[in-house]
């Protein structure tokens, strides 16, 4: 990989978190992790009449969810600090008052209390971008004499940025695409000040999937979304990385510090990047699937006892298990509410099963094979174990033989009796865990519900 690299990341708090800040954030950390450089985090709040505390607070805290961690911030301080812009304007007046001293820039007679850069008009400017090369720019159509410090006395974008990016030694700016047009002056202005420009990478667009670039306040852009919905950091993570970025293999489904691992700038891509929420579900299917259980749990059972106080009544070794049995259906951890529902809620109204277990209920078979299996159970001794993948299969056997049933025929009656439903875990595993007696309640509410 590259030298080292020292990068920042610098969002304006001027509104909600959304995908396409994280995305910067993390390619910018994954460049810094993977040279074993240095991440910073700036806050770009020149902008007084946009700037929004909360939304600077909520940045940090989703930096700190995602695991994105910085070396030098405004929280953790560093060589650089202060790391907010509004703090630092006695660097800004100073860089101004040498640009004005030497010719560059000026202060409008109309206007006394603004300086502006003075930029050419003829002839084009050429700046390098790591990814889609030369890019070039005729100085006629880029904006004329912009402004540098703006009439509330604060600078505009462009001057901090260049101001702070020298000052904090940044290598490397990787931003988003839209800030393409902004580079030609930023390289305008290190010339003036005699500074050498950093490497620029810019970031492909982040489209939808009609290629439309998305909306700043959309909720399906919004990072707080996922968040809320039960997205995993690392699922977010990884999908993110490779939207804009290609690993050069076919494996897909990386942790963070892999993606470290195999970071490169070499393949950024260039070509917008559509999207696709459907993949990023996917995505947190494959890092729920590989989660550690003790982590499994942690991010589950609040979800678990918030929507079901009664699960207070069990000991986390049952809760355990029963997170185990429906880990497979979870494509997102908000999933394991519903997926956990039978275990609490026993179906006993029409609405509370689904159409397919109302169906098997009612179907002929379902009073012999719930008397049957209530006959099982009650053979069984309270304290002993129940067998219960024997019992099942017994009782499979026994009708087949006797009847010609099918599987489905025996299973689906039990299965609608004690969950409601006809697909879940292995049977085995709901009677197990919900015991005899439960079961036994259960199959008795089912019986009198069908009129047995
Ligand atoms: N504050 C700018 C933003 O909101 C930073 C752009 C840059 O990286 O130069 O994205």
Known sequence: MADTATVR????????????????????????????????????????????????????DLLRWLGLDWDEGPDVGGP?????????????????????????????AEEPEIVRLRTPRRGTLTFHDLIRGDVTFRYDRLPEDIVLIKSDGFPTYHLATVVDDHAMGITHVLRGEEWIPSTPLH???????????P?????PLVTDRSGQKLKKRDPAFLASTYRQGGYLPE????????????????????????????????????????????????????HIA?????????????????????????DRAWLARLVRLVRDELSTL??????????????????????????????????????????????????????SAEMLRDLRKRFREAEGWGGRTVMF?????????????????????????????????ALAIIGQ
């Open 9 to 60: 990341f610098a969002p304006s708090p001027t509104g909600p978190p959304h995908l396409g800040n994280v995305r910067t954030a993390l390619f910018n950390w994954l460049l810094a992790r993977a040279t074993g450089g240095r991440f910073i985090l700036r806050i770009d709040d020149t902008d007084r009449k946009r700037y929004d505390a909360e939304s600077e607070r909520q940045m940090l």
């Open 80 to 108: 650089h600090a202060p790391y907010r812009q509004s703090e630092r304007l006695e660097l800004y007046h100073q860089a101004v008052e040498r640009l004005v001293a030497d010719g560059r820039a000026y202060r409008p």
């Open 187 to 197: 390289i305008l202005m290190f010339e003036a000040l005699g500074w050498p420009p």
């Open 199 to 203: 490497l620029f990478v810019h970031l």
């Open 235 to 286: 699922a977010l993570i990884n999908y993110l990385a490779l939207l804009g970025w290609h690993p050069g293999t076919e494996e897909e489904v990386f942790t963070p510090p892999e993606l470290v691992e195999r970071f490169s700038l070499e393949r950024i891509s260039k070509s917008p990047s559509a999207f696709d929420g459907e993949r990023l579900r996917w995505f947190n299917r494959q």
């Open 290 to 314: 590989r989660l550690a259980e003790e982590r499994l749990l942690q991010e589950t059972l609040p979800l678990i006892r918030a929507a079901y106080p009664q699960a207070g009544q069990y």
């Open 334 to 387: 908000n999933d394991v509410v519903p997926a956990v529902r039978f275990a609490f809620v026993p179906a006993e109204r029409p609405d509370q099963f689904t159409p397919e277990a109302w169906e098997a209920l009612h179907s002929e078979q379902a009073s012999p094979v719930l008397r049957a299996f209530r006959e099982a159970l009650l053979t069984v001794r309270p304290a002993e174990p129940l067998h």
């Open 413 to 445: 009656p039990i299965r609608a009796a004690l969950t409601g439903s006809v697909t879940g875990p292995h049977l085995s595993d709901i009677v197990d865990l919900l015991g005899r007696e439960e079961c036994l309640r259960r199959v008795e509410r």
